[in-house]
């Protein structure tokens, strides 16, 4: 279930997901008391962050977490948590709960349990998730033909994998497909047309591990809404 949704500029597409993300978010606040956001790093959704940290929402009732991370400190310069912490914890949305992934061990697959419990405190389904993709077809930090502990598709699966991408930097933690479709908005955010023309093709029948993005894209379980703009 794919709802493609173009826009004519970034500060449009912006607009448009901050809008539908919050109005998730106050729903779950409406419903139980408390919301969960689970959101991905990187320079593209840096403009929606400001979009959603100006927004007025109760924010001491939110838990953001990511969907992946590198493998790093977070004062290191490619950590997702650095990125979410600067340009989205600050104005309005500096009320929110942080929920980082990354705990300060030599590898994620050692901190896996840890982490996992960390993630267990957010409200399920998630409220909202947001993810990226890679020109490579990847998501979050699922890769084509990386190793994993443990495989990621399988059906005993916790939340959480350990990543070592074969042609990506750093080893990386990242929730299963399992835990990204357990949410009631499921968002795929990217730009460019090399990016589109990548989705055209995950959109084909194929194998998953040929392009991740794929785990979102080919399932039944919860729509997944694309934004896009050139």
């Known amino acids: ?14 607009a448009a997901l901050a809008e539908a993300i919050v109005k998730s978010l106050r729903e779950g606040i409406y ?10 790093g990187g320079r593209t959704p840096r403009g929606l962050f400001a979009r959603l940290a100006a927004a007025a929402l109760a924010w001491d009732c939110v838990t953001i977490t990511l969907a992946d ?3 790093v400190p977070e004062d290191h310069p490619d950590s997702n948590a650095r990125s979410v912490r600067e340009a989205l914890l600050r104005g309005n949305a500096a009320q929110a709960r942080f ?62 994998i350990g990543v070592r991408p074969l042609r990506a930097p750093h080893d990386r933690i990242s929730l299963t497909p399992k835990a990204l479709l357990d949410t009631r908005l499921l968002a795929l955010h990217f730009t460019g047309a090399g990016k589109w023309s990548v989705l055209c093709e995950a959109l084909k029948p194929g194998p ?9 894209l080919q399932q ?5 809404r694309v934004y896009w703009t050139a």
């Open 31 to 40: 419903q139980r008391g408390r919301a969960s956001l689970v959101l991905s």
């Open 99 to 160: 929920v980082p992934l990354y705990r300060d061990t030599a590898a994620p697959w050692s901190a896996l349990a840890d982490s996992s419990a960390a993630l267990a405190t957010l409200p399920r389904p998630f409220d909202a998730v947001v993810l990226g993709m890679g020109e490579d077809g990847h998501t979050a930090s699922l890769f084509p033909a990386a190793d994993t502990a443990p495989a990621p598709s399988d059906a005993a699966t916790p939340d959480l």
């Open 1 to 14: 279930m794919v709802e493609l949704q173009r826009f004519a500029d970034n500060a449009a597409l912006d």
């Open 220 to 224: 039944e379980e919860v729509p997944c």
């Open 208 to 216: 998953v591990g040929q392009y991740p993005i794929r785990n979102v």
């Open 69 to 71: 991370d590198r493998w």
